[in-house]
T-cell receptor, first 113, second 115 residues
Framework: AQSVTQPDIHITVSEGASLELRCNYS??????LFWYVQSPGQGLQLLLK??????LVQGIKGFEAEFKRSQSSFNLRKPSVHWSDAAEYFC???????????FGSGTQLTVLP | EAQVTQNPRYLITVTGKKLTVTCSQN?????MSWYRQDPGLGLRQIYY???????DKGDVPEGYKVSRKEKRNFPLILESPSPNQTSLYFC??????????????FGSGTQLSVL
């Protein structure tokens, strides 16, 4: 069965600092990987996704993620965090044609002024 | 405007009283899905549908029913709600999953409390 682990429940960074959110997955074949962001009281919004090809994926709002098959990881990064990035971030893995998407438990990001 | 609409936004009910949470999308998406979100557990998939009259169980289907009689609508039915179904529920839709353009669109959520 597929699974996703986000080891950091809560991360605090200062505005302007760099950010890396960790995501490790378990999946038997080539995974479909996603990062979603949830602002308070809102649904989830897709930041970026990896299906195949280039392992460094660019997303919206200046985020990027790198797929590392050898480490079963898909970490999310941003070089300079803005106060508006404060939200909860979810990593997810999907099975493609069957489309059973499994989400991690989320990482809450706090941005200090 | 492309959107997924869930109703109601908030719902308080009592144990055993049947309820339906509606979900509608205006993007002609084939795929629709229901999730519940609980603190520390992230989102867990309840049911999904690949097209009209095609539904399948997700990870936590017990106590829930769904139907997909029309492409745009995918209601979630709790025949006999129990307190452990108190949760935040999200509906989502997308084009057929697995394609390069795949992107899930989420509704704003339904906060359900079962007393």
């Amino acid at each position: 069965a597929q699974s996703v682990t986000q080891p950091d429940i809560h991360i605090t960074v200062s505005e302007g600092a760099s950010l890396e959110l960790r995501c490790n997955y378990s999946y038997g074949a080539t995974p479909y990987l996603f990062w979603y962001v949830q602002s308070p009281g809102q649904g989830l919004q897709l930041l970026l996704k990896y299906f195949s090809g280039d392992t460094l994926v660019q997303g919206i709002k200046g985020f990027e993620a790198e797929f590392k098959r050898s480490q079963s990881s898909f970490n999310l990064r941003k070089p300079s965090v803005h106060w508006s990035d404060a939200a909860e971030y979810f990593c997810a893995v999907g099975s493609g044609s069957a489309r059973q998407l499994t989400f991690g438990s989320g990482t809450q990001l706090t941005v200090l002024p | 405007e492309a959107q997924v609409t869930q109703n109601p936004r908030y719902l308080i009910t009592v144990t055993g009283k049947k309820l339906t949470v509606t979900c509608s999308q205006n993007m002609n998406h084939e795929y629709m899905s229901w999730y519940r979100q609980d603190p520390g557990l992230g989102l867990r998939q309840i049911y999904y549908s690949m097209n009209v009259e095609v539904t399948d169980k997700g990870d936590v289907p017990e106590g829930y029913k769904v139907s997909r009689k029309e492409k745009r609508n995918f209601p979630l039915i709790l025949e006999s709600p129990s307190p452990n179904q108190t949760s935040l529920y999200f509906c989502a839709s997308s084009l057929i999953p697995g394609g390069a353009d795949e992107k899930l669109f989420f509704g704003s959520g339904t906060q359900l409390s079962v007393l």
